[in-house]
């Protein structure tokens, strides 16, 4: 079965924090992608990252950087200095060929940075 | 570009009556897909397609209707709305099935 689980529902950090959201994904199939989305309060979902399943490499983008782990199925999200505009839900999904084009999101998790 | 655009962005429907939530995008995407978010349920797949002329249904595809006759719309039609179906809609699209899928802004949808 596709699954992903983002096991903390909501965080809570002080600005200037460093701050880690967990995504743990499981599937059978040998290719596949993740992705995280954040969604602000004003709701839409914006694109962060897309990962294929062969590319273990690390991402670093501004304060942003993703850490996937093959090993334990993870593609860990971690934000750097957070500010207050960083507060939103952030969803993590996966997608795959054998799935037709659905994403499989996690329940999200809020963050909320306070000044 | 203006990517992926919804209309209506706010919706309330009467137990009974349908609607159509309209979905465009003008990036020249072959994959479009309708998502609801519920709370608690995360967003959940209801309808895609792959092209123009071919759709298929998704996890939730009881109570909706989609056609595609252009690759640039996909509008998801509500037969008989019911409260259960009150939610956030967003429609989403990509080059392809495993490409990056771009959202829409989303239409909240109330039924009474």
């Known amino acids: 079965a596709q699954k992903v689980t983002q096991a903390q529902t909501e965080i809570s950090v002080v600005e200037k924090e460093d701050v880690t959201l967990d995504c743990v994904y499981e599937?059978?199939?040998?290719?596949?992608?993740l992705f995280w989305y954040k969604q602000p309060p004003s709701g839409e979902l914006v694109f962060l990252i897309r990962?294929?399943?062969?590319?273990?490499q690390n991402e670093i983008s501004g304060r942003y950087s993703w850490n996937f782990q093959k090993s334990t199925s993870s593609f860990n999200f971690t934000i750097t200095a957070s500010q207050v505009v960083d507060s939103a839900v952030y969803f993590c999904?996966?997608?795959?060929?054998?799935?037709?084009?659905?994403?499989?999101f996690g329940q999200g998790t809020e963050l909320s940075v306070k000044p | 570009n203006a990517g992926v655009t919804q209309t209506p962005k706010f919706q309330v429907l009467k137990t009974g009556q349908s609607m159509t939530l309209q979905c465009a995008q003008d990036?020249?995407?072959?994959?479009m897909s309708w998502y609801r978010q519920d709370p608690g349920m995360g967003l959940r797949l209801i309808h895609y397609?792959?092209?123009?002329?071919?759709?298929d249904q998704g996890e939730v595809p009881n109570g909706y209707n989609v056609s595609r006759s252009t690759t640039e719309d996909f509008p998801l039609r509500l037969l008989s709305a019911a409260p259960s179906q009150t939610s956030v809609y967003f429609c989403?699209?990509?080059?392809?099935?495993?490409?990056?899928?771009?959202f829409g802004p989303g239409t909240r949808l109330t039924v009474l």
């Open positions: 990036m020249n995407h072959e994959y």
């Open positions: 999904a996966l997608g795959g060929y054998n799935q037709g084009g659905k994403l499989i």
């Open positions: 599937t059978r199939d040998t290719t596949y992608y």
């Open positions: 397609s792959v092209g123009a002329g071919i759709t």
């Open positions: 990962r294929n399943s062969f590319d273990e």
């Open positions: 989403a699209s990509s080059y392809g099935i495993t490409d990056t899928q771009y």
